[in-house]
């Protein structure tokens, strides 16, 4: 399975940014998903995650509230919507699929990861 994201860019503090993570393979559908994120000069943190098969989801507490993970399943894409953007979310963000339908947080437990879309966010 390859996962493709995208929707990266630069933006203002405050602006919203909708990133989207395609996957090559549409069984993906069974799959958990997550969004993480690297900073430069920092290690690879758990942004959001969803489940298969129902709306669990899971958040980081920097995010909870402002970033919202959704998948599209006939379209096998998953979706990150971020809202109130700060300085600090600026970071390579990258997908992450799971096999299996359980959330997941740990980035050692997914199988799969798309090359990354950066997000900048200006002050």
């Known amino acids: 399975v390859q996962l493709q994201a995208s929707g990266g860019g630069l933006v203002q503090a405050g602006d919203s940014l909708t990133l989207s993570c395609a996957a090559s393979?549409?069984?993906?559908?069974?799959?958990?998903m997550g969004w993480f994120r690297q900073a430069p000069g920092k290690e690879r943190e758990f942004v959001a995650a969803?489940?298969?098969?129902?709306?669990?989801?899971a958040y980081a507490d920097s995010v909870k509230g402002r970033f919202t993970i959704s998948r599209d399943i006939p379209k096998g894409t998953v979706y990150l919507q971020m809202n109130s953007l700060r300085p600090e979310d600026t970071a390579v963000y990258y997908c992450?699929?799971?096999?299996?339908?359980?959330?997941?947080?740990?980035?050692?437990?997914?199988?799969?990861w798309g090359q990354g879309t950066l997000v900048t966010v200006s002050s």
């Open positions: 393979d549409h069984t993906v559908s069974n799959y958990a």
């Open positions: 969803i489940g298969w098969g129902g709306p669990r989801t």
């Open positions: 992450a699929g799971r096999r299996g339908a359980s959330i997941a947080t740990n980035a050692g437990t997914f199988d799969y």
